[in-house]
């Protein structure tokens, strides 16, 4: 079983930057593919962006693309989010969580990611 840890939210200004870390336990993480997600306050939760096993392929939602750039390092069991330009509408509780096994594309499909993070808050002021 894998378990996820999110950390490095915060507060930051519009404009600033965010680099938000899923560290995982057990030695499978390599193995799955992983997503970011966020739900901000009165809204559904959403895909931001998703990384198959190996890093080969991503998928970003189109609200982040080029401001935000998704990363694994299998070696560590971790994966990150890298957060430019934040906005406020960025502002969210941000999740990751394990996808499917050894798939050759990142899927975005939420009911396909489970093992979820407690969370961490990203809050952006103007």
């Known amino acids: 079983q894998v378990q996820l840890v999110e950390s490095g939210g915060g507060l930051v200004q519009a404009g600033g930057s965010l680099r938000l870390s899923c560290a995982a336990s057990?030695?499978?993480?390599?193995?799955?593919?992983m997503g970011w997600f966020r739900q901000a306050p009165g809204k559904e939760r959403e895909s931001v962006a998703t990384?198959?096993?190996?890093?080969?392929?991503?998928y970003y939602a189109d609200s982040v693309k080029g401001r935000f750039t998704i990363s694994r390092d299998n070696s560590k069991n971790t994966g990150y989010l890298q957060m430019n330009s934040l906005k406020p509408e960025d502002t969210a509780v941000y999740y990751c969580?394990?996808?499917?096994?050894?798939?050759?594309?990142?899927?975005?499909?939420?009911?396909?990611?489970?093992?979820w993070g407690q969370g961490t808050q990203v809050t952006v002021s103007s």
């Open positions: 990384i198959n096993w190996n890093g080969g392929s991503t």
């Open positions: 057990g030695r499978i993480f390599s193995t799955y593919a």
């Open positions: 969580a394990r996808g499917p096994l050894y798939t050759s594309v990142a899927t975005p499909t939420l009911r396909e990611y489970g093992n």
